[in-house]
Antibody, heavy 121, light 106 residues
Framework: QLQLQESGPGLVKPSETLSLSCTVS??????????WGWIRQPPGTGLEWIGS???????NYSPSLKSRVAISVDTSKSQFSLTLSSVTAADTAVYYC?????????????WGQGTTVTVSS | DIQMTQSPSSVSASVGDRVTITCRAS??????LAWYQQKPGKAPKLLIY???SLQIGVPSRFRGSGSGTDFTLTISSLQPEDFATYYC?????????FGPGTKVDI
């Protein structure tokens, strides 16, 4: 059973860079069937798609975050990572790493448990 | 980019009720639509993919339909464990996007 686990600081200062990693276990990150993504949920609100990376390193991002976000993959470590620069309080959210399955028409069938990131001085 | 809307934003229902949630895409997405259920403090759970295909383990009272720009999620007979927030998501083209959610409560 494939599992995803987020890791990274839970508190980030305004204007600094948020960095999270997601470790893939129980399966291969190099499968052609999957995109590996990041999704966030600010307190009391809905889900926001941040972006995704393919095992080849090809990326796609939300236009609203594109200027500040980077997602990368390290297949040797079975990890993919998110960096978000120049954070503000509006970036406070639960951040989920996720697997989009192309055989399920892009649906996210595996989610990390989520990690809360607070932006505050 | 494709924008997703949902209606209603919330619905009050009782056990045994039939509940229908609508999702609309700003442009045609064929059948590239998924539905998720989220309970407080938990990660979302995939219910339906490709508009109408039930994910493994999801009860048959959940049904998805639609195509193009208009989609629906129907819960045929609401059970106590179904009280949650439901989201649609398009995966037709990048950037992927979610609807704002529909809260189903008592």
């Amino acid at each position: 059973q494939l599992q995803l686990q987020e890791s990274g600081p839970g508190l980030v200062k305004p204007s600094e860079t948020l960095s999270l990693s997601c470790t893939v276990s129980g399966g291969s990150i190099s499968s052609r069937s999957y995109y590996w993504g990041w999704i966030r949920q600010p307190p009391g609100t809905g889900l926001e798609w941040i972006g995704s990376v393919y095992y080849t390193g090809s990326t796609n991002y939300s236009p609203s975050l594109k200027s500040r976000v980077a997602i990368s993959v390290d297949t040797s470590k079975s990890q993919f990572s998110l960096t978000l620069s120049s954070v503000t309080a509006a970036d406070t959210a639960v951040y989920y790493c996720a697997r989009h399955d192309q055989t399920l028409s892009g649906g996210v069938d595996v989610w990390g448990q989520g990690t809360t990131v607070t932006v505050s001085s | 980019d494709i924008q997703m809307t949902q209606s209603p934003s919330s619905v009050s229902a009782s056990v045994g009720d039939r509940v229908t949630i609508t999702c609309r895409a700003s442009q045609g997405i064929s059948s590239w639509l998924a539905w998720y259920q989220q309970k407080p403090g938990k990660a979302p759970k995939l219910l339906i993919y490709a508009t109408s295909s039930l994910q493994i383990g999801v009860p048959s009272r959940f049904r998805g339909s639609g195509s193009g720009t208009d989609f629906t999620l129907t819960i045929s007979s609401l059970q106590p464990e179904d009280f949650a927030t439901y989201y649609c998501q398009q995966a037709h083209s990048f950037p992927f996007s979610f609807g704002p959610g529909t809260k189903v409560d008592i």
